[in-house]
């Protein structure tokens, strides 16, 4: 232990073991007045074990599944950190898919091949002890889906057909935690980690809620790619279910953790340290709380309380000690231990009973010095048992002070919450309680502000001029100020342009760089002030360029000349702006009618600035003036005088004036009501008069208030009636008003139209004829007539079906009308109806009608199935539409070559009741075309066609085989012939056994236009005439040689042609040329040629060896000569009967030449 102090120090660097000292260590510091006791400290050697020895299987896992790899580090103290790494010491990475975990293991949710490794290798690193240990290597090897397909499939039969299963997708699954449930208790304040790490294929996102709660704001952290719920500083607020949810494209899981918070204990209220004088009552109050609740316990001098020394003035109740009455030998220190299974605390409080008199520790005759108008705070710090009072006193005799002018501290301090200079002088301290009484003088002195009276102004100054900022002061005179000025916020400028004097800061040659805010600040030992001013720095000024804008408004508005029906409105115009006001637009406002809305009354030129306004009675005027230029219009200006014109009478009647009966016995009136200063006056109404037409002479009248609807009852049904609305006010009516025709109400018709006829007159239009109904019964205005029909049944199938009304509207008084879009041979019913406003009339009888028959819609399908070498199945559906009895079918059908090209076309009729058939005799692998329709009487419908292939001859070919990896859902078919039928099986091996499938499809043509499109090439037509002159010199030196007679040996014709590949061609028949005459020379089979259509065929366009007659088809005569046939194909034909009447094409002829 270090003297003089209470450090113990343990040293093991020259030599001791660490677990020597391992233990439980307590600090006892004692004197005459009590003991206390620290806080318990435990010492344990840290330790880094190593890993134990373990054999390490290899992992071998198929792709997609899952995988745990554990890394089980030793338990060192304190734990180890774990990671893992590589053999070249590279950390591995990490990712949704791979991850670490809590607990130091690997977790893979699926595998891919990447994965494949013999190096994973788990580290613990030991930071006590600065040590990092290494696991054994661990292997892992992914099984993917094609190599398992490749070694399944080299070790099957060409019969088996077998794949390994593809990667499949799967749910998620937690790894970890395992189950649905599980339990976590955490303390309060520590960290909350709560881990879910779930397996699947796509990899599953983990997504974190609580049951019945949100997570915590601003401590909630998401760590591990979401896999780890991080909650910081937990209490017990944080206790309840988080779920942790893994989801796939292919569903979910959840893990329900259920967390409990408990918690060590921790103070509420600790217990402090008590001066008591003898005599006092008191208390230590020991409160602490926990989870579970913690058990308090006392000690005195670091013993028991229970067994401690007794003493009568205190008294344990729970976490309170009582003293009352305490003396001297009371003094001791007490301990508290909160302590529950989580943790301690322990506090140590003295309980010092003393007898002092009062002391002062404030220096005597102190000096404060503060500023006028702020706060001065006078200490008295004192002490002594009993506690004493404090009391100030200001001068030498002067009386306590008390008032609100002053607060008074606990600890002793006089504070004078707003000092002034009056407030200066002497103030003393006494301290006293029963045992003595002391006091202390200090000094106060209130100092004037500091002020500064004219301060530095904003300053707007040219370059390479000269700018100054004053900064003049006021201060007490007993204080020393201090002047900075700073620029920016910043020491001034290292220049010798800056010039600082006693009050002001002077700048010479001004440049940009001086732009800114310039500050001077004045100190003193008690306060500081300040003041700012910008400066800124311009050019010197241009030439101001031309700004247009709008006019100024116009002011000064006069009103003079004024008259019942009009007046002079004058103004003067606003400035222009450098744009000529083009006119000046006048707006009126009604104050009586419509105050506060300004309407549009006139416009006038620029160049004239008075104007004679019309005026209507009975209105209260102002007027505006708004100034137009190119620019735009100005403000308007303000408004004139008020001008009030007389009433007068109605001047109009209203407008649009209507009569229309709403029912059968009424006549609705109404019109457009006049404007509020159309009235003219007040009081304004209407008066409405109506009389029947030609039936009455004398008019009904009535006034209305101003409304815009008067209702005439009692009225027949649709009579003429005259009507007019006179308007009229206090002083007068208006002019007499136009009169009007209105009718009253309308009725709905009374009779049908008779005598109703239908001609028909195709399958599908027919026309119906009706006479008009009198004029008299249609009780309203006619609107037309309605003709409603509908198809009762169809005549072929003799079957109802829903009646579906359709309307055909005629307007006007119009007698006939027509019916399209009938279906044909159908019966079908009418009637006509009479249509006014107020709706139809009753239906004329209906009338019945039948369509004759038409042509058949296109049969409802067309299937070809069964396809064999030479037949397929036909199946139809009848047409939807038979438009009448169907008679027959027609079908006809014509093969399809390779090329595309149509073959003779045939026709079979085909009873009406058939509804398939069967075709024999077709050629195999060929495909055909058909054309179907149905007939009736009047003749054929539309057609439907179809294609289908017969299948090829299986006889002359044999299967070929290729093995799919069982991922794929496609494979490519390559090296196929153009233009032919094919037939596929696909086979799959599964646990339930083999399963196949057929189908039938045909290649398309070969497609020659790549080598027939370079014949009209200038290089190709260039090369062939090169070819064409070789050829012909080749010919006239064999015609010389061959007429100096004799049939050449072999040998001689060999070493003249060594190149066999530059033979002449004969010009004949495109063979080989050979040196013989003409007796010796054999008839051969002509080259390939190209077809009409100038597509050359695959087979005919190989240049193999073996097709050039070379290989075993190939053969010589005596002389050695080849008279092998030059063809694409391998087998012999016979020669006569198969010459060509085509010439040889270009790409042929090249290709024999060459």
């Not at 006091?439 to 500091?450: A, S």
Request: include cysteine; aromatic fraction near 8%.
């Amino acid at each position: 232990m270090k003297p003089n102090s209470g450090t113990l120090v343990i040293n093991i660097m020259n030599g001791g073991k660490a677990e020597a000292y391992e233990g439980i260590y307590q600090c006892t510091a004692r004197n005459e007045r009590g003991a206390a006791i620290s806080n318990n400290i435990v010492i344990r050697p840290s330790r880094s074990p190593l890993w134990t020895k373990e054999k390490l299987e290899p992992n071998q896992v198929r792709e997609g599944d899952s995988l745990v790899l554990h890394c089980r580090p030793p338990v060192g103290l304190p734990p180890p950190i774990i990671f893992w790494m590589d053999n070249a010491f590279q950390r591995l990475p990490q990712s949704e898919r791979v991850s670490q975990g809590l607990n130091g293991d690997l977790y893979f949710s699926n595998v891919q091949p990447e994965d494949t490794r013999e190096d994973y290798i788990c580290y613990a690193r030991f930071n006590h002890t600065q040590t990092i240990q290494q696991k054994q290597p661990i292997s892992v090897k992914v099984l993917s889906m094609d190599s398992l397909n490749d070694t399944i499939a080299a070790n099957l039969s060409d019969t088996d057909i077998y794949g390994a299963k593809p990667v499949t997708e799967r749910q998620p699954v937690l790894l970890t935690p395992t189950g649905s449930t599980s339990n976590k208790v955490e303390l309060r304040g520590n960290v909350l980690l709560l881990e879910c790490i779930a397996a699947g294929l796509p990899t599953p996102v983990i997504r974190w809620i609580k049951e019945g709660g949100e997570l915590p704001a601003n401590r909630t952290f998401f760590e591990n790619f979401k896999k780890t719920l991080k909650i910081i500083d937990v209490s017990e607020a944080d206790s309840g279910n988080y779920k942790c949810i893994a989801r796939n494209i292919l569903g979910s899981t959840h893990h329900v953790i259920s967390v409990t918070v408990k918690a060590a204990p921790y103070w509420i209220t600790a217990p402090r340290n008590l001066v008591l004088s003898p005599g006092e009552d008191g208390m230590l109050i020991c409160r602490a709380n926990g989870n579970p609740k913690p058990h308090i316990s006392w000690l005195t001098n670091g013993v028991p309380i229970a067994i401690a020394p007794e003493d009568p003035s205190r008294k344990v109740d729970g976490d309170t000690i009582i003293f009352s009455d305490v003396q001297e030998r009371s003094s001791a220190v007490y301990q508290c231990n909160a302590s529950n299974e989580y943790g301690y605390l322990l506090a140590n409080a003295f309980v010092n009973v003393l007898a002092e008199p009062p002391r002062i520790l404030t220096p005597a005759s102190k000096l404060y010095q503060v500023i006028a108008n702020t706060p001065a705070l006078l200490d008295c710090a004192y002490f002594g048992s009993p506690k004493p009072e404090i009391e100030w006193f200001k001068g030498v005799k002067g009386s306590i002070l008390r008032g609100n002018e002053y607060v008074f501290h606990d600890n002793g301090t006089l504070e004078i919450p707003v000092a002034q200079k009056d407030s200066t002088g002497t103030y003393t301290c006494v301290a006293r309680n029963k045992l003595g009484k002391i006091q202390n003088e200090v000094q106060l002195e209130v100092k004037d502000p500091t002020m500064i009276i004219k301060q530095p102004e904003y300053k707007v100054i040219q370059r390479a001029g000269q700018v100054s900022f004053e900064c003049t002061i006021k201060h007490d005179p007993t204080l020393i100020p201090t002047v900075i000025w700073l620029k920016d916020n910043g020491e001034l400028p290292d220049d010798e342009r800056f010039l600082v004097g006693k009050d002001n800061l002077t700048i010479m040659n001004v440049t940009d760089k001086d732009d800114g805010t310039y500050t001077c600040i004045i100190n003193t030992t008690l306060d500081s002030v300040s003041a700012s001013a910008v400066l800124t720095v311009v050019a010197a000024p241009p030439t101001p360029a031309i700004i247009y804008a709008r006019p100024n408004p116009p002011f000064d508005l006069e009103l003079t000349g004024q008259l019942e029906r009009s007046i002079e409105l004058s103004w003067i115009p606003g400035d222009e702006n450098n744009s000529p006001i083009t006119n000046f637009v006048i707006e009126y406002e009604d104050g009586l009618h419509e105050p506060g809305v300004w309407h549009y009354q006139t416009e006038v030129p620029g160049t004239q600035t008075t104007v004679q306004l019309k005026l209507s009675p009975y209105v209260n005027y102002s007027f505006r003036v708004i100034a137009v230029n190119e620019i735009g219009r100005s403000q308007p200006s303000e408004p004139s005088e008020q001008y009030l014109t007389k009433a007068a009478n109605p001047d109009e009647n209203p407008s649009n004036v209507q009569g229309i009966g709403s029912e059968p016995d009424n006549l609705v009136i109404t019109w457009e009501s006049l404007k509020g200063f159309q009235s003219n006056g007040p009081g304004l109404q209407y008066k409405v008069s109506w009389r029947q037409k030609d039936f009455d002479d004398e008019w009904t009248s009535v006034i209305v208030a101003n409304v815009s609807k008067y209702i005439v009852s009692g009225t027949p049904t649709f009579v003429p009636y005259e009507i007019k609305v006179q308007a009229l006010n206090d002083l007068g009516y208006a002019p007499e008003p136009s009169e009007v025709i209105g009718h009253s109400g309308e009725d709905l018709p009374m009779v049908a139209p008779s005598n109703v006829q239908v001609h028909v007159l195709n399958s599908t239009l027919a026309k119906v004829h009706w006479d008009p109904v009198p004029l008299k019964t249609v009780r309203g205005h006619l609107q037309g007539y309605k003709v409603y029909y509908w198809k009762v049944q169809s005549l072929s199938r003799r079957s109802r079906r829903h009646v579906e009304k359709k309307i055909l509207t005629f307007r006007g008084n119009k007698t006939f009308g027509m019916l399209p879009g009938l279906e044909p041979y159908s019966s079908y019913k009418l009637n006509v109806r009479v249509v006014n406003g107020k709706g139809e009339g009753p239906a004329s009888p209906d009338k019945v009608f039948k369509t004759p028959e038409g042509v058949p819609s296109s049969p409802s399908f067309l299937k070809i199935t069964n396809p064999t070498l030479d037949s397929l199945t036909l199946e139809w559906g009848s047409p939807t539409h038979p438009n009448g009895v169907l008679t027959s079918y027609i079908l006809k059908f014509q093969p399809i070559n390779n090329t595309h090209e149509l073959g003779p076309l045939v026709e079979i009729r085909i009873p009406a009741n058939e509804s398939s058939l069967i075709l024999k005799n077709l050629n195999y692998s060929t495909r055909y075309k058909f054309y179907f329709n149905a007939q009736t009487s009047v003749g054929s419908g539309s057609q439907i066609t179809e294609e289908a292939v017969t299948i090829m001859d299986e006889g002359k070919e044999d299967w070929k085989k290729e093995i799919v990896n069982g991922s794929r859902s496609f494979f490519v078919l390559k090296g196929l012939t153009p233009g032919t039928a094919y037939k596929v099986r696909v086979g799959a091996e599964g646990l339930s056994g083999f399963k196949s499938s057929e189908d039938v499809f045909e290649t398309g043509p070969a497609m020659a236009s790549r080598q027939v499109d370079i014949a009209t090439q200038g290089w190709f037509i260039g090369l062939m005439c090169a070819v064409a002159l070789l050829i012909l010199i080749l010919l006239i030196v064999c015609f010389i040689r061959r007429n100096k007679g004799g049939k050449y040996p072999v040998k001689e014709k060999e070493d003249a042609h060594a190149d066999p590949e530059i033979q002449p061609m004969k010009e004949d028949d495109g063979t080989f040329g050979e040196y013989s005459d003409a007796e010796d020379h054999k008839p051969l089979k002509k080259g390939s040629r190209t077809p009409s259509d100038r597509t050359v065929k695959k087979e005919d366009s190989d240049d193999s060896l073996v097709d050039y007659g070379e290989g075993v088809n190939g053969q010589f005569n005596e002389d050695g000569s080849f008279i092998g046939q030059y063809s694409g194909k391998k087998e012999k034909e016979p020669v006569e009967g198969n010459e060509s009447s085509e010439a040889p094409s270009p790409v042929n002829a090249m290709n024999s030449f060459v």
